[in-house]
């Protein structure tokens, strides 16, 4: 890693993953826990602006989001993106990177 990498830190959908939907208190712990980490990733973000890119949850884009709770998207294990959904992903990471580096 050179001074001139950017790491990027992703959001993680936790609460969107099939495998947790209507499992009480699994999900809201999850969705807790998961909030916290990204918050830490939005505050290093904050911190060292040019090298670390946060890339926030993808409720920022409404398209995505209500694609992704689609089961066409998630693996069988319901917690892992399928093919399709790490490329829908992907974009929405892709983007999050492409205005951090504008």
């Known amino acids: 890693c050179g001074a001139e990498t950017t790491v990027v830190l992703p959001a993680l959908p936790l609460h969107l993953a099939p495998v947790f939907s ?15 980490w990204d918050e830490q990733k939005k505050r290093l973000s904050e911190r060292e602006p040019p090298r670390i890119c946060f890339v926030r949850s993808v409720e920022a884009d409404s398209d995505l989001a209500a ?3 689609e089961a066409a998207y998630w ?4 917690i892992h993106p399928n093919d399709a959904g790490y490329k829908l992903w992907g974009e929405h990471i892709g983007r999050g990177v492409m205005r951090h580096l504008e």
């Open 22 to 36: 209507g499992q009480w208190p699994l999900l809201p712990l999850l969705s807790s826990f998961a909030g916290l």
């Open 67 to 69: 694609q992704n709770v």
């Open 75 to 78: 693996a069988d294990d319901g």
